[in-house]
């Protein structure tokens, strides 16, 4: 009796390759020919690194790195009864900065609500380059927060991720 099928996938994150997002549409051109008079519809979404994970040193992807992948899985589109909604890069983009950012995020939230672009204020801000990976040897703007996962654990299962 199900109408709906929603999938959500994540794409940009660190490793994946093309072949890995043309799987997304293989899986769903799968899905499709199995399932009964419900629709199907996936939701992309840009992988944004965040505090306090393993993958909170590794970039965020180039707008250009992103669009090309999302570009594949339009392809979802043209199978009958399937649809793909895209997240938006630029609102990805701003939450990645936010995520990495130190007190001086604040300053910036303010500019925002002041009118002011989000992606000029950003990028004026001095706050670390979402794009950028980071060095595990190195303090990050949030380590002084206690959260109970030893930074240690989660440098070893980053480096487990990116030799995998």
Same mark, same amino acid.
């Given at each position: 009796?199900? %109408?709906?099928?929603?999938? !959500?996938?994540?794409?940009?994150?660190?490793?994946?390759? !093309?072949?890995?997002?043309?799987?997304?549409?293989?899986?769903?051109?799968?899905? *499709?020919?199995?399932?009964?008079?419900?629709?199907?519809?996936?939701?992309?979404?840009?992988?944004?690194? %965040?505090?306090?994970?393993?993958?909170?040193?590794?970039?965020?992807?180039?707008?250009?790195?992103?669009?090309?992948?999302?570009?594949?899985?339009?392809?979802?589109?043209?199978?009958?009864?399937?649809?793909? %909604?895209? *997240?938006?890069?630029?609102?990805?983009?701003?939450?990645? !900065?936010?995520?990495?950012?130190?007190?001086?995020?604040?300053?910036?939230?303010?500019?925002? *609500?002041?009118?002011?672009?989000?992606?000029?204020?950003?990028?004026?801000?001095?706050?670390?380059?979402?794009?950028?990976?980071?060095?595990?040897? %190195?303090?990050?703007?949030?380590?002084?927060?206690?959260?109970?996962?030893?930074?240690?654990?989660?440098?070893?299962? !980053?480096?487990?991720?990116?030799?995998?």
């Amino acid at each position: 009796g199900l %109408k709906t099928i929603k999938l !959500y996938f994540m794409v940009g994150l660190p490793g994946e390759e !093309y072949g890995d997002v043309e799987g997304i549409v293989d899986l769903v051109g799968d899905m *499709a020919r199995v399932r009964r008079r419900c629709r199907l519809v996936v939701t992309v979404s840009p992988f944004v690194p %965040k505090p306090h994970t393993p993958l909170q040193w590794a970039g965020f992807k180039s707008r250009k790195h992103l669009n090309r992948k999302l570009q594949l899985l339009r392809a979802i589109n043209r199978i009958r009864g399937c649809s793909v %909604k895209p *997240a938006s890069i630029g609102q990805a983009w701003i939450e990645a !900065y936010l995520s990495r950012g130190n007190r001086s995020v604040a300053g910036v939230l303010l500019e925002i *609500a002041g009118g002011k672009n989000p992606r000029i204020a950003l990028s004026r801000s001095g706050l670390i380059d979402p794009t950028e990976e980071l060095d595990t040897s %190195k303090p990050l703007p949030w380590d002084f927060i206690d959260n109970r996962t030893p930074k240690k654990g989660l440098v070893q299962a !980053y480096e487990k991720f990116m030799d995998s």
